[in-house]
């Protein structure tokens, strides 16, 4: 199985422009995640959702939308991305939100902006 | 706040054995987990503890004490694959992963 993909591989993006970050799990996974990752900062939490249907806003939510339509997918939309947005996105899942549930990470997403 | 400390960096030599820390205060405890993650990769899962005491598993043992909001994750008879960054993660209240910055350990011939 492959597990967590995501898309694109990385990406150059004008500031200002929007752009979606994809994510698929086939894992049947209830709890997926989206994380910034920096150098020097541990993973900080953009958004999750526990459950098809419902999304939650973590830790540094702002200029980052997400939905969640169905069990698989869990998309990140930039709407106007500005520099410090420059990272790079892993996207991870957990079979569901309670004690030692391990999370799953795709290979993520480098993006630039400038 | 919540805070999660483990050192920036450390070197240690093939076939030796390294021991790295990781201090915690967050709001709630459900467990601490460490996390491998190669350069350029993601992470990947090595261990989990919610009870005190030592977890082994092949080459890597974690180590848990909550009273004292400390971890330690140690890896014996290294080998040159093992250089990776090592991340703590505490479960939090909300089953919320807080994440520290990661050790990244050097391993020299």
């Known amino acids: 199985t492959a597990g967590i993909t995501q898309a694109p591989t990385s990406q150059i993006l004008a500031a200002g422009r929007s752009m979606t970050l994809r994510c698929t799990q086939d894992m049947r996974h209830n709890a997926m995640y989206w994380y910034r990752q920096d150098l020097g900062l541990g993973l900080r939490l953009i958004h999750y959702?526990?459950?098809?249907?419902?999304?939650g806003k973590g830790e540094v939510p702002d200029g980052y939308s997400v939905s969640r339509a169905n069990t698989d997918d869990f998309p990140l939309t930039l709407a106007s991305a500005v520099p410090s947005q420059t990272s790079v996105y892993f996207c991870?899942?957990?079979?569901?939100?309670?004690?030692?549930?391990?999370?799953?990470f795709g290979p993520g997403t480098r993006l630039t902006v400038l | 706040g919540q805070n999660i400390d483990q050192p920036t960096e450390m070197t240690a030599t093939e076939g030796a054995i390294v021991q790295i820390n990781c201090t915690y205060q967050t709001s709630g405890f459900n467990g601490l987990f460490w996390y491998q993650q190669h350069a350029g990769e993601a992470p990947t899962f090595l261990s989990y503890n919610v009870l005190d005491g030592l977890e082994e598993k092949g080459r890597f043992s974690s180590f848990l004490s909550r009273s004292k909001g400390y971890s330690y994750l140690l890896l014996k008879e290294l080998q040159m694959k093992d250089s990776a960054s090592y991340l703590c993660?505490?479960?939090?209240?909300?089953?919320?992963?807080?994440w520290g910055a990661g050790t990244k350990l050097i391993i020299k011939p």
């Open positions: 991870a899942s957990s079979d569901s939100v309670s004690e030692g549930n391990e999370q799953f």
């Open positions: 993660a505490v479960s939090d209240s909300n089953y919320q992963l807080i």
């Open positions: 959702s526990n459950t098809a249907g419902t999304t």
